[in-house]
């Protein structure tokens, strides 16, 4: 069948496909890499930009030497995405999209994020995580649990004069475990208070190192420490806090960042955020006594500042015709104004098939980006 999309006037594909299809009158443009100790390289920066909220990425894509290598210390997929995309709205504070060029961490290798993550002993001098020599067996998850899950690194790069790319930044994430799972025996919850405190140390600790790898020693590095949620939560954690090593020094003037996600529909959320809460359950509602094989509805919102920011929306259906499906979504894409506050709201409709649609709301626009898969 003919692959056909479902669109309402002033759809957002141009601003989803911008950084990827080229257009008349943009032209990519070639530089030079800066390599510490190694031959300079050429890449290509993209001209185009989706918004000022997002960077540029240098091509080719380099991934990071620790990407893969220990994700599954994290302990959901959700806590996997937004532990490296908390740390790029951290980073845009210090390092302006509009001059700076993302690349995935080139300096920690994975000889330095293994033995960081380890716990610290006589054959692991530089592990960060607590030793548990001396201790009874039955004593480490609660006197020396594991604190630091992962280490997220990121690069940020500026333009020079004469055509060259070099390093301006760096920003590294650290995911800490609130709970510490042994394997066998009871889990363990870790405090915020213990959580930061362990972070902020470790974060001294690995700008140090950092700074003494060739073409670090004077750049500016951001910290942040990421609070990783339950491995049965189906909301990502949050960064917590965040400081910024000026050049030639260490993590200085730790802020609080005060933003989390929360779930809708559900008691905390009904207690904390009501009127979010209470809408999302009338948004619900119309959707149950509409379809009644409608299975469930979930909701993420996030929050900075205490404001809604936006909102995810996962919605499992069990219809089988196609017609159904469009009817849904139809229906579907109606009550979100009606009833939703006006965010960037993202909904994805899946079956056991797999995805059936994709809505996406953009703040000030009354018509939606609408996709049917498939038809």
Same mark, same amino acid.
């Given at each position: ?45 993209p001209d185009l930009q989706l918004s000022d909220e997002y960077y540029r990425t ?9 990407? #893969? $290598?220990?994700? %599954? ?8 995405? &937004? !532990? ?5 709205? @951290? ?81 590294? #994430? $650290?995911?800490? %475990? ?8 009871? &889990? !363990? ?5 213990? @959580? ?23 750049v500016p590095i951001v910290v942040g420490i990421f609070k990783q949620e339950s ?8 960064y917590v806090a965040t400081a910024v090593a000026a050049p030639g020094k260490g ?125």
């Amino acid at each position: 069948m003919t692959r056909k999309r479902w669109m309402i006037p002033s759809l957002i594909a141009i601003l989803l496909l911008a950084g990827c299809l080229p257009t008349p009158g943009n032209l990519d443009e070639e530089a030079i890499q800066d390599q510490d100790g190694t031959e300079d390289e050429t890449v290509i920066i993209p001209d185009l930009q989706l918004s000022d909220e997002y960077y540029r990425t240098l091509l080719p894509f380099k991934q990071s030497a620790t990407r #893969g $290598l220990v994700v %599954n210390n994290l302990n959901t997929k959700y806590d996997m995405q &937004e !532990v490296e995309e908390g740390l790029l709205r @951290l980073s845009t504070q210090q390092f302006s999209t509009k001059d700076h060029f993302f690349q995935e961490g080139q300096y920690i290798t994975e000889e330095m994020a293994y033995a960081w993550l380890g716990r610290q002993s006589e054959d692991n001098p530089d592990g960060l995580n607590p030793s548990s020599e001396g201790i009874a067996e039955d004593d480490v998850p609660e006197k020396a649990p594991i604190y630091l899950a992962h280490i997220v690194e990121q690069n940020y790069l500026i333009l020079t004069d004469d055509k060259k790319v070099r390093l301006d930044g760096i920003s590294i #994430g $650290l995911a800490m %475990n609130s709970t510490y799972y042994p394997r066998n025996k009871k &889990e !363990v919850p870790i405090s915020d208070k213990v @959580l930061e405190e362990q972070g902020m140390k470790m974060a001294d600790e690995i700008v140090s190192q950092l700074r003494a790898i060739e073409g670090l020693a004077n750049v500016p590095i951001v910290v942040g420490i990421f609070k990783q949620e339950s491995n049965n939560s189906i909301v990502p954690g949050n960064y917590v806090a965040t400081a910024v090593a000026a050049p030639g020094k260490g993590p200085a003037g730790w802020k609080k960042v005060d933003e989390n996600y929360v779930l809708f529909p559900s008691s905390s959320s009904e207690e904390e955020h009501r009127d979010v809460n209470t809408a999302f359950q009338k948004f619900k509602q119309s959707i149950d006594e509409y379809f009644p094989s409608f299975i469930n509805v979930i909701g993420r919102g996030y929050y900075s500042n205490n404001s809604l920011r936006s909102l995810e929306i996962e919605v499992p259906i069990q219809f089988y015709s196609t017609s159904e499906t469009v009817g849904f979504v139809q229906y579907l894409t109606g009550q979100v104004r009606k009833y939703l506050p006006d965010v960037p709201i993202e909904i994805s409709v899946t079956s056991m098939n797999g995805p059936e649609a994709l809505i996406v709301f953009e703040v000030g626009k009354e018509e939606p980006y609408v996709h049917i898969y498939g038809y």
